[in-house]
């Protein structure tokens, strides 16, 4: 069974730093790319960024509002992926969520989903 | 970034209606389009990849469709556990970007 459990969240300060981990059983780890993504409170879902499988580079994308404070890393020796957020605002208060990226190719396009989701932790930035 | 467009933001349905929420993305994004159901305080959960497959252990009630700059979900029987928001939500380029989500109510 795959099982995605996230942990590391809390109550910060603005300019605070803080990092999740998104421990990870029942699939091969390194096949896959992992994914966060967050849902501030009434919101609805943004992506976050990737990390791609270290078979494709492990590089990583993110998405412009985090880009510059927050590194998606992967540890693939223990099948975790970490979020590593500095700089902490306000409006990033929301619940993360780690999951799995998985793909099929069909005419030689790639498509990519998100087919397995972690249960989310809370991360609230308040002074 | 592409602009995913949802409609309707929400609706009032009844069990067994056939219910269709539709995807418009800003430019053409090919197949790339999935489509999520979340229940209050709980994760996503993946109904469609790629426009139009059905995930595996997911009714086959739902049912996806389109490509290009526009995308159906298509509930065929409404069923109680089926009142939820449901979000698209594009692969085709980074940053990936989600519709605002539509609520489905009970009428």
């Known amino acids: 069974e795959v099982q995605l459990v996230e942990s590391g969240g809390g109550l910060v300060k603005p300019g605070q730093s803080l990092k999740l981990s998104c421990t990870t059983s029942?699939?091969?780890?390194?096949?896959?790319?992992m994914s966060w993504f967050r849902q501030a409170p009434g919101k609805g879902l943004e992506w976050v960024g990737f990390i791609r499988s270290t078979a494709l580079g492990g590089t990583t994308e993110y998405a412009a509002s985090v880009k510059g404070r927050f590194t998606i890393s992967r540890d693939d020796s223990r099948s975790i992926a970490h979020l590593q957020m500095n700089s902490l605002k306000t409006d990033d208060s929301a619940v993360y969520y780690c999951?799995?990226?998985?793909?099929?190719?069909?005419?030689?396009?790639?498509?990519?989903?998100?087919?397995?989701w972690g249960h989310g932790t809370l991360v609230t930035v308040s002074s | 970034d592409i602009q995913l467009t949802q409609s309707p933001s929400s609706l009032s349905a009844s069990v067994g209606d056939r219910v269709t929420i539709t995807c418009r993305p800003s430019q053409s994004i090919s197949s790339s389009l999935n489509w999520y159901q979340q229940k209050p305080g709980k994760a996503p959960n993946l109904l469609i990849y790629?426009?139009?497959n059905l995930q595996s252990g997911v009714p086959s009630r739902f049912s996806g469709s389109g490509s290009g700059t526009g995308f159906t979900l298509t509930i065929s029987s409404l069923q109680p556990e089926d009142f939820a928001t449901y979000y698209c939500q594009q692969s085709h380029n980074t940053p990936w970007t989600f519709g605002q989500g539509t609520k489905v109510e009970i009428k």
């Open positions: 999951s799995r990226v998985g793909g099929i190719s069909m005419i030689i396009i790639q498509y990519y989903y998100v087919d397995y």
């Open positions: 029942g699939f091969n780890f390194g096949d896959y790319a």
């Open positions: 790629a426009a139009s």
